[in-house]
């Protein structure tokens, strides 16, 4: 389906990094590329690089003062509590407002290409930094890099502007910078805040007008239950709302090996939403689609391998799933984290779901969860809540 597709990387977008005991890891990113280039992936898209972002495009959605504060603990790697940089989930980093301005710049850059034309797809994988708020770093995130790339977006003329995240955790920072804004409609599926950070993210956080979404999953959905989920909310809304560009952001935390989370999807499982989601892009959007990483804490076996069939995807070329991952990167693999790495690109699963359709089980949590968010906000946008 793509016509042309754009990875933007520079090898510096590995210098946002907690210290070695940290979760987010940027080995994680690193091992993504290696793998994407050793299975030919690169071969297929542009490489291209990108410019931290500046004081004034930071602050389309950062309070100046926030980011005169990460500047000061840049300079000097001391905390400060006030900006939520010192804490276990952001400490603090000498060189943390250059790490994270690049980032943004990356998610920048991947908006700039798709609104201008000159590629029709564009992904940031080290991005996704979706916690961060207006003025203080939250979740492992100190600049919002999705929600700058839509409040770009806005800037040149976008009127309407799709965002889904299937990230395990809340898109919170994203939902908070455009609650209001009708002309950006914010989907995210996730963990239920009552089992998982950020304790927000119920299906009655609905926006202006509906068009803040959330689909609140039980712990261990798994595979099925989380693609019936999916179906029965993300495309009617996007058909719907029909918007300009799709934003998407893909934290792989929601696979079952990821250890901070319990949703309990595999590669597979992942890999057919990154499917639907391109297949929506071009039937809803144009084909206009700016993709982001995310979270994802499990470094080798699920990061390197969900975010190189990520990139396959938005390629337009994706990997047979019984691929070799390569006797190379498995080296590199060994040899930067002391791990076993996986040795083909699967879990073995062949995803399959029951569409809501079908009929919903009032007594199913999941159902459930779908019922209530399609009850909350699909009468919102002329729909029929019911299947």
Known sequence: MSRTARVIWDDALTSYNFGPSHPLAPVRVELTMALARELGVLDKVEVAGCEPAGDDELAMVHDR?????????????????SAGLGTADNPAFAG??????????????????????????????????????????????VYNDPALAIAWLLRQGATRV??????????????????????????????????LFPGTGFAEETGAEGTAVNVALPA????TGWLRAFDAVVPPLLREFRPEILVTQHGCDSHALDPLANLMLSIDGQRT???????LAHETAGGRWIVTGGGGYELVQVVPRAWTHLIAEVAGHPLDPATPTGEEWRRLARERTGETPPLTMTDGRNPEFRPLSGGY?????????????????????GLDPMP
């Open 361 to 381: 089980d009032p007594g199913d949590p999941i159902d459930r969860a779908i019922m209530a968010t399609r009850k909350a906000v699909f009468p919102l946008h």
């Open 273 to 279: 939403a990154y499917a639907a989601l391109h297949r």
């Open 96 to 141: 943390v407002h250059e790490a994270s301005a690049l980032i943004a710049g990356a998610s920048l850059a991947a908006a700039r290409a798709v609104w201008e034309g000159t590629a029709e797809h564009a992904v940031n994988v080290a991005g996704g930094l979706h916690h961060a708020m207006a003025a203080t770093a939250s979740g492992f995130c």
């Open 162 to 195: 799709a965002y889904v995240d299937v990230d395990v955790h809340h898109g919170d920072g994203v939902q908070a910078a455009f609650y209001d804004d009708p002309r950006v409609l914010t989907i995210s599926l996730h963990e239920s805040p009552r089992t």
């Open 220 to 223: 261990g959905c798994g595979d």
């Open 65 to 81: 003062g926030y980011i005169e504060a990460v500047k000061r603990v840049s300079a000097t790697g001391a905390p400060d509590l």
